[in-house]
């Protein structure tokens, strides 16, 4: 059974920045595509980075696009997501995910991010 | 990317069977088979429940089915149980950046 497990979330002031991280167990990490979705409070899902098995390519999200940056350490089976200049509608629940053919078959249980002075 | 519509909410009582639509555009739902729902109870992981429009992952219940038309994906649940009051998300293949777009959200209720 393939777990993820995020850590890294907080409470964080406008302008800072934060990294979050998934480990990722069960299977074998190098060979998913792997993303990142948040769920603003009282939101919807929302996709906000995605990365290749090979940590080759890298999508983002428009909002997010020059501030995050979506890290993949096949060595260490771990999935990053470091973000700069934060702002309050960062403010989130944090999932990284396993993505194959755009389907997310398998979650971690969320981290918090708060964007607040 | 703009998102896809999913109705705010929908009810049942247990044992009836409800039907969540997602309507998108040609350039996403109506272009690729891509679509994916998920069930999200809160505080907990998403779960995928139907990809490929109206494929089943294993261990998901066969209640649970999807289907898709032009650029209008739709989700119903069969013999409804009180566990499946949760959001349910589609999502889709949208070209573009490569990322997924996802529906708003439709709370289930199980009167």
């Known amino acids: 059974e393939v777990q993820l497990v995020e850590s890294g979330g907080g409470l964080v002031q406008p302008g800072g920045s934060l990294r979050l991280s998934c480990v990722v167990s069960g299977d074998t990490f190098s060979r998913f595509w792997m993303s990142w979705v948040r769920q603003a409070p009282g939101k919807g899902l929302e996709s906000v980075a995605k990365?290749?098995?090979?940590?080759?390519?890298?999508f983002y999200v428009d909002s997010v696009r020059g501030r995050f940056t979506i890290i993949k350490d096949n060595a260490k089976s771990s999935l990053y997501l470091q973000m700069n200049d934060l702002r309050a509608e960062d403010t989130a629940v944090y999932y990284c995910a396993t993505e194959d053919w755009w389907r997310h078959d398998h979650w971690g249980q969320g981290i918090l991010v708060t964007v607040s002075s | 990317q703009s998102a896809l519509t999913q109705p705010p909410s929908a009810s049942g009582s247990p044992g009836q069977s409800v039907t969540i639509s997602c309507t998108g555009t040609?350039?996403?739902?109506?272009?690729?088979?891509?679509v994916s729902w998920y069930q999200h109870h809160p505080g907990k992981a998403p779960k995928l429940i139907i990809y490929e429009a109206n494929r089943r992952p294993s261990g998901v219940p066969d209640r649970f089915s999807g289907s898709k038309s032009d650029n209008t994906a739709s989700l119903t649940v069969s013999g409804l149980q009180i566990d499946d009051e949760a959001d349910y998300y589609c999502?889709?293949?949208?070209?573009?950046?490569?990322?997924?777009?996802f529906g708003g959200g439709t709370k289930l209720t199980v009167l």
């Open positions: 990365i290749k098995p090979d940590g080759s390519e890298k």
């Open positions: 999502t889709s293949h949208a070209g573009g950046n490569n990322l997924v777009v």
């Open positions: 040609s350039n996403d739902v109506g272009g690729y088979n891509y």
